[in-house]
């Protein structure tokens, strides 16, 4: 299942990621899941258990995130929600020094 979703939703708009950073969840780090990274020449970065702080690259997409969203919205905070498609669409579309 995560497999499928992972195609879905990831591979079939964007191509298959270079990294893929997981916080050590059960479907990301069973035998089937590091089968298919190696097929598909993913690299896999584990956060530290319990410990999000550690996954340093997803904190600062969720404050980029946070940032765009507040200087979409502007005065009207409460309309984030309509913003996020064109956020998501920057941020995946952007060049990112760490994943390329």
């Not at 997803?58 to 919205?73: C, S, Y």
Request: hydrophobic share 35%; glycine share 8%; aromatic share 10%.
């Amino acid at each position: 299942q995560t497999a499928r979703l992972f195609f879905d939703n990831v591979v079939r708009l964007h191509g298959v990621p270079k990294n893929v950073v997981s916080d050590r969840g059960g479907q990301f780090v069973s035998k089937f899941w590091e089968a298919l990274c190696k097929l598909v020449g993913m690299r896999v970065n584990l956060s530290t258990a319990y410990h999000p702080q550690s996954d340093g690259q997803t904190e600062r997409t969720n404050r980029t995130l946070g940032d765009m969203l507040r200087n979409f919205a502007g005065r009207t905070p409460s309309v984030w929600d309509t913003y996020l498609t064109a956020a998501e669409f920057a941020i995946n579309n952007a060049v990112n020094r760490s994943t390329g």
